[in-house]
């Protein structure tokens, strides 16, 4: 399995020369030039990061990864730890959103454990049960967090080798909106205040006590925003490492990964920060409630396509673009092309 290491090693430019080929091929099909804007976008791009003009996305599937955090210990939340094994056996049940809107979407969901603080029958690449509570401490060592990313990759590379061609991003862990805004300050460099956002329902006090140990916790470890991995480290989150390895491990694999709402938006800048080049195999879903998304998409030099103010999480988000991802291939790979049909091709005017 791929280490961080040979991951990073392994990402390369999309290929050029393939998505000038698809773009030509939409300019042939029968229809008003870009008449399908970002839809035609996305085909060229996953055409640059498999390297093949074959555009059948085939099999895909969502990765929720699923940990908790020691900062629940502070009264950020409004529920408790047991929620997130509750809804990581639910994702099994296929009684979840994300689980529902992937059966829909005709995706595989497979949750990971990669730090819950219970044993469930979720599969588990655990590091720990649970990280440290970031208002006392560092949330993890340097090397579990490296672990958290090498879970993920691994996660990703085992689906390719099942034949999986396009992935999802999704979470689950009370707390992670806390982990995701102290991250994102600074990534971002920006205050607290700005990036952090009432979650799943804090009240006003609630808010401002959120705000409150996320900035004592920068302050106190100082994490360094060249390093990703420190950041991760001391005042991230196993579930985030998790995706940040999805992402690594799909640039390097030559996957096409999705980009979920805030949570998987940070494991996104951050996977960015270690690998700019992993950027590119990245498709941002939709823009969450959360104050910090549009930051981070701005950062990423991304543009979602739905606007639906969702903020649910799962993966919820990046499993409703698929059905669209599917309409867009379709017509790239079926459309007649005007020639089929005897008709002058629209021509590229000033």
Known sequence: MLTLKEAKDLVKPLDIQSMEAARKRW??????????????DLVVQIVGI?????????KKALVSMCADNGVVEEGVT?????????????????????SIFSKLAGADHFPIDVGMVSDTKVPMKKVAYGTRNMAKEPAMTYEQAVQSIEAGIQTAEELKNQGYRLLATGEMGIGNTTTSSAMAAVLLNQPVEAVTGRGAGLSTAGLEKKIQVIGHAIRAYKPDPADPVDVLAKVGGFDIGGIIGLFLGGAALGIPVVIDGFISGVAALAAAGICPQAKDYMIASHVSQ?????MILEALGKEAFLHGHMCLGEGSGAVALFPLLDMAAAVYEKMST???IHMEEYKHLD
């Open 27 to 40: 300019d042939s099909i029968a229809h008003p030039l870009h008449s399908l804007g970002m839809m035609e």
């Open 50 to 58: 498999t390297r093949s003009q074959d555009v059948n996305i085939g």
């Open 78 to 98: 409004q529920t408790g730890q047991e929620i997130t094994a509750l809804v990581g056996e639910n994702f099994l049940k296929g009684d979840a959103i994300s």
């Open 290 to 294: 959360e104050p910090a998304a549009h």
């Open 338 to 340: 005007f020639c089929d």
